[in-house]
């Protein structure tokens, strides 16, 4: 009879336990997948507000061209981490795998462009391209790309 009220006080104890545990791991997921969320709004918050457009591209030479690039966004964007992509359409390379470089004109100097400003991205060649229609393709930094095709 004695052994009845110590084995339910047993069990009592051991599932208020078993709870305790269970609702601590629950909790720590639960604050985990929050943070996680909070981490991507922040981040397509930043992406959504950079909003960049290619204005123009001239071919100047056959290893010259020069994008002019406006900042239609929100928020001031550095145009050093653009991407850059030349070629014939629909095959474009990266500029630095063809040994090409690139300098960034901004009124005012520096290289990020303050939003509502026309950046100037001069485009240089080694070797020429082995076609009279090139492609440019700009890669801005929330991942967006727009292209441009010029002849000369």
């Given at each position: ?9 047993i069990l009592l104890?051991a599932s208020v ?16 997948m929050d943070s ?117």
């Amino acid at each position: 009879m004695v052994s009845t009220p110590i084995t339910e006080g047993i069990l009592l104890v051991a599932s208020v336990t078993i709870a305790a545990v269970l609702s601590a791991a629950v909790l720590s997921k639960v604050y985990l997948m929050d943070s996680l969320f909070s981490q991507i709004s922040s981040i397509e918050k930043n992406n959504a507000q950079i909003r960049l457009k290619l204005v123009y591209l001239a071919c100047n030479s056959s290893t010259n061209y020069v994008v002019y690039v406006k900042n239609i966004g929100i928020v001031p964007v550095n145009l050093s981490s653009v991407d850059i992509l030349i070629g014939v359409p629909g095959s474009e390379a990266p500029l630095w795998l063809l040994g090409g470089s690139s300098s960034i004109l901004i009124q005012g100097g520096g290289q990020v462009l303050p939003q509502g400003s026309i950046g100037v991205i001069n485009i240089t060649l080694p070797n020429p391209l082995q076609t009279n229609i090139v492609s440019v393709r700009i890669i801005y930094p929330n991942g967006v790309s727009e292209y441009s095709v010029c002849s000369f």
